[in-house]
């Protein structure tokens, strides 16, 4: 029988078989963490023939101490779907590294069919130098070998403001088991507003690291938000880990035996660079805003009676950083009186980074009859993905107040100086009555003044004394000393408000001022410019009892709210009484 033929077309059709496949190259390495003092060897793998001009990886900071030794296989296998053939060219180094720390081997490439291909670069992470064991089966050799951990950030160039993410995973081969774990030092995140994201179950994942496949999990995972520029470190997370590994000696019933041992591992320091936010094209309203987002500004009613409320809600929705930025504030005309606006927040941080909506809603009571202008709102933000500003522009706003008191204007044109007009008299500004003085003059001797100087020395003595010694025994008490300070400054602070007792919107103007006031005063802010929760979070900042500041907050809340509804000339004076009572109680714990 003849094979010849089938042979030589066998022979023939192997190169098609070959050149059919997808050709790749691969980087492989002994080891993924080692000794500084130890060696490494790194297996580069072509899967296809007719490779040209091969380029090894720049093997910076690492030295050549072997290498590069070639090897060529190729092998015909049997498959159902028919014969498949396998090529391999490999060039093998075996390297040392200069340094400590997270080291790169960088990608090699070569020429195949005219079209370059490159393999992907492999980590390595370096150590102190080790003790090299005699025993390769040493199971703190093995378990060094076997586990990783690793931290994972999304992107080393954000700009300030933008959202990055970092995890730490916890690598481990099929070689060795996992029995307890304990982190020891957690990371720190200078520089970075961060929220850690919450992980459910920790499930066991496979997946490659540097080229090999591990069993991995996802110990730790948070959101990082950098506030400014600089090369800004993440610390590594520290971990003891109670590991089995194989031994490498057997049992009588040839079951392998493993021992337990608990090594520290640390994940490597990671390095974030925040770029600045371009200055071209920033908007002059631009208040760190980073991400997309969307403005929305309603007004609740748009005809309305004087005195009666309506509600203006300035609402920022999207994904971004939502609690570093304010939002824009509403300005009204002066004939409509608006309160502080109450603040209501809903951010989700998961995985695809931070969202949802953020509001201001103010309070507008209209004092006048007539139509008034609610100006524009405009909102900027800066969209990292796009890299560039947008800017946000809402509509004017109308309130047609149709019942209430007329607004009385002043013509200052009609308003002229004018001559004085004689009525009737030749003379003006003439004196009708005069006043004589007696030209006789009286000697000081014996005089009243005379008698009145000569005893006052010896009035004036005791009674300074008296009054030195009261005044000695009131400095003495402190306590009284204060709460006569703190009643001062109360009715000083209060004073307008006791002139305006039975006028309800004028008392309670002057109310609401006086604590605003007061505090201003006491806390060098602008009171007025801030919420009821701020002004509680700083009062209780300066250790101020919770009791005395409820008691602050209801007067605050009654002073914004007993406007709009009756009210007894008793009731203000009541409500005055606890105003007063409450700055003496603040001002002693100030």
Known sequence: MNFKFPILFFALLIPFLVLGQEATIKTKVSKNKLGVNQRLRVVISIDKQGGENFTPPSFQNFKIV?????????????????????????????????????????????????????????????????????????????????????????????????????????????????????????????????????????????????????RYIVLQ?????????????????????????????????????????????????????????????????????????????ALSKEVLKANETSQIKVAISGKGNLNLFELPKVTTPVELEMYQPERKEKVYVNTTGISGNVSDTYTVVPQYKGKYKIPSVSFSYFNPKQKKYNTITTKDFFVDVQEGKELVTVDTNSVRKREVVATGKNFRYIATKTTFKDSKTVDFYKSNWFYILLLFPLLAIPISIIIGKRNEARNSDVVGNKLRKANRL?????????????????????????????????????????????????????????????????????????????????????????????????????
Do not use: C
Not at 170 to 184: A, K, R
Not at 233 to 247: E, F, W, Y
């Open 66 to 214: 072997g290498g590069p030794s070639q090897s060529v296989s190729q092998s015909i296998t049997s498959t159902p779907s028919g014969r498949k053939v396998v090529f391999s060219q490999s060039y093998t180094y075996i390297i040392q590294p200069k340094r400590k720390g997270e080291l790169s081997i960088g990608s090699a490439s070569v020429k195949i069919g005219g079209k370059i291909i490159k393999s992907d670069p492999v980590k390595v992470i370096v150590l102190d130098a080790v003790e090299i064991p005699k025993d390769p089966n040493d199971p703190n050799y093995v378990a060094q070998q076997n586990i990783h951990l690793v931290a994972e950030i999304s992107k080393s160039r954000p700009y300030v403001g933008e959202g990055v993410y970092v995890e730490y995973r916890l690598y481990v081969s099929e070689n060795v088991s996992v029995y307890d774990t304990n982190v020891t030092e957690a990371p720190k995140y200078n520089g970075f507003w961060n929220q850690d994201i919450k992980i459910s179950n920790y499930p066991v994942k496979m997946g490659k690291y540097n080229g090999e496949d591990y």
């Open 221 to 297: 995972k948070a959101l990082l938000i950098p506030t400014k520029t600089g090369k800004l470190s993440i610390d590594p997370m520290k971990m003891d880990i109670v590991i089995g590994v194989p031994s490498g000696r057997a049992d009588f019933f040839g079951n392998v035996i493993t021992k337990n041992v608990r090594r520290e591992f640390a994940s490597a320091k990671k390095i974030v660079s925040p770029k600045s936010l371009p200055t071209e094209g920033k908007p002059a309203n631009f208040n760190g805003a980073v991400g997309n987002f969307k403005l929305d500004v």
């Open 490 to 590: 109360a009715k000083k602070y209060l004073s307008e408000a006791e002139k305006q007792l039975g006028k309800k919107d004028e008392f309670y103007e002057a109310l609401e001022r006086a604590l605003h006031n007061y505090l201003k005063a006491k806390l060098g802010i602008e009171t007025s410019e801030i919420s009821k929760e701020r002004i509680t979070e700083m009062l209780a900042g300066k250790n101020v009892e919770p009791a005395t500041i409820s008691k602050f907050i209801e007067v605050l809340k009654s002073s914004d709210f007993a406007r709009y509804t009756p009210f007894t000339a008793t009731e203000m004076k009541a409500e005055y009484e606890r105003a007063k009572e409450v700055i003496v109680q603040l001002d002693k714990q100030l």
